[in-house]
């Protein structure tokens, strides 16, 4: 008996959030609200990068740079050999642009304390000046005791 009751509070539990009123009125939980309600059609998404929105398929180019390091991009590069390379069920994101008159190169991740290659010489000096800062206090420090006493 005690089993059945578990069982009903339960399934009670389960049900009563389709049917408690929310503050707008609505029922506190629905279908689509668990992700089961109507899928989006192919055909309402947004066309990104060459992609064929009915088909699902887009189309990349794809090549190796200097160092040897592959790139995939929608725009056929400048120069050099490249390949056609068909993504068939793509699921695409569009990328952020960069601001105008920034390279591609010239961005890079910067972490906290650690100086970006191009930079390490700029990190350096900036050292040196702090340091000659912290011998000056120290030394101005020295001498407010020492006149002191």
């Given at each position: 008996?005690?089993?059945?009751?578990?069982?009903l509070?339960?399934?009670?539990?389960?049900?009563a959030?389709?049917?408690?009123p929310?503050?707008?009125?609505?029922?506190?939980?629905?279908?689509?609200?668990?992700?089961?309600?109507k899928?989006?059609?192919?055909?309402?998404?947004?066309?990104i990068g060459g992609?064929?929105?009915?088909?699902?398929?887009?189309?990349?180019?794809?090549?190796?740079?200097?160092?040897g390091?592959w790139?995939f991009?929608?725009?056929?590069?400048?120069s050099?050999?490249f390949?056609?390379v068909?993504?068939?069920?793509?699921?695409?994101?569009?990328?952020?642009?960069?601001p105008?008159?920034?390279?591609?190169?010239?961005?890079?991740m910067?972490?906290?304390?650690?100086?970006?290659?191009?930079?390490t010489?700029?990190?350096?000096?900036e050292?040196?000046?702090v340091q000659?800062?912290?011998d000056?206090?120290?030394?101005?420090?020295?001498?407010?005791?020492n006149?002191?006493?």
């Open positions: 008996m005690f089993i059945r009751f578990i069982i509070l339960l399934a009670t539990a389960l049900v959030p389709f049917f408690i929310g503050p707008d009125g609505r029922p506190v939980m629905t279908l689509d609200k668990l992700g089961i309600g899928m989006p059609e192919l055909a309402s998404l947004p066309d992609s064929s929105a009915e088909s699902g398929s887009l189309t990349l180019y794809r090549y190796r740079d200097d160092q390091n790139h991009t929608d725009q056929a590069p400048a050099g050999d390949e056609l068909e993504v068939q069920n793509a699921n695409l994101l569009e990328s952020a642009s960069l105008p008159g920034r390279e591609p190169e010239t961005l890079a910067a972490v906290p304390g650690i100086p970006l290659p191009g930079n010489a700029r990190a350096l000096e050292a040196g000046a000659e800062q912290l000056q206090r120290a030394e101005q420090m020295d001498n407010a005791i006149s002191a006493q």
